[in-house]
Antibody, heavy 120, light 107 residues
Framework: DVHLVQSGAEVRKPGESLKISCKGS????????IGWVRQMPGKGLEWLGS????????RYSPSFQGQVTISADKSNSTAYLQWSSLKASDTAMYFC?????????????WGQGTLVTVSS | DIQMTQSPSSLSASVGDRVTMTCRAS??????LNWYQQKPGKAPKVLIF???NLQSGVPSRFSGSGSGTDFTLTISSLESEDFATYYC?????????FGQGTRVEIK
């Protein structure tokens, strides 16, 4: 069965850097888009961007371009979401999902979520 | 960007009720529309894909319809486990966008 397993909850201070992960298994990781979604406390879902691991083609939401970096390590079947300088407003739950891109196929598989808390 | 607008933002209903919610896109998205159910602290779960296709394993009381700009999610007979928030999402063009959600609460 397909699995996406995300790294654990993180607490950071404003200005610190952070990299969270999403490891895929039981499917062809390299040839499936993986996307990231933000959910701020009590709010809705927002797409940050998606990556195609095989060639690292990465698409960002204009709202998040320059604010986060999405990458992937094919050798480890893992996608990453990173910040170079966190803000309090980055406090949210972050989900990864397979096939979150412009396709008729649904993003059927999601990670369990990583809670990021940014507080001084 | 394609804006997705859901209505209502919340509704109260009883077990056994028929529930309908709508999602409107700011431009035509053909049938590139997914519906999700989300419970607190959990990842979204796909219910309907391509506007009207029931995702495998999802109960048949859920159904979707529409194309172009107007879409509907219907729950034919609400069960207790259906109290949750429902989101629509377009996958027609980047950036991918979600509706703001419809929260289904117990009456």
């Amino acid at each position: 069965d397909v699995h996406l397993v995300q790294s654990g909850a993180e607490v950071r201070k404003p200005g610190e850097s952070l990299k969270i992960s999403c490891k895929g298994s039981e499917y062809s990781f390299n040839t499936n888009w993986i996307g990231w979604v933000r959910q701020m406390p009590g709010k809705g879902l927002e797409w940050l961007g998606s990556i195609y691991p095989d060639d690292s083609d990465t698409r960002y939401s204009p709202s998040f371009q320059g604010q986060v970096t999405i990458s992937a390590d094919k050798s480890n079947s893992t996608a990453y979401l990173q910040w170079s300088s966190l803000k309090a407003s980055d406090t949210a739950m972050y989900f990864c999902a397979r096939a979150l891109t412009t396709t008729i196929s649904p993003p059927e598989y999601w990670g369990q979520g990583t809670l990021v808390t940014v507080s001084s | 960007d394609i804006q997705m607008t859901q209505s209502p933002s919340s509704l109260s209903a009883s077990v056994g009720d028929r529930v309908t919610m709508t999602c409107r896109a700011s431009q035509s998205i053909n049938s590139y529309l997914n519906w999700y159910q989300q419970k607190p602290g959990k990842a979204p779960k796909v219910l309907i894909f391509a506007a009207s296709n029931l995702q495998s394993g999802v109960p048949s009381r859920f159904s979707g319809s529409g194309s172009g700009t107007d879409f509907t999610l219907t729950i034919s007979s609400l069960e207790s486990e259906d109290f949750a928030t429902y989101y629509c999402q377009q996958s027609y063009s980047l950036p991918i966008t979600f509706g703001q959600g419809t929260r289904v609460e117990i009456k």
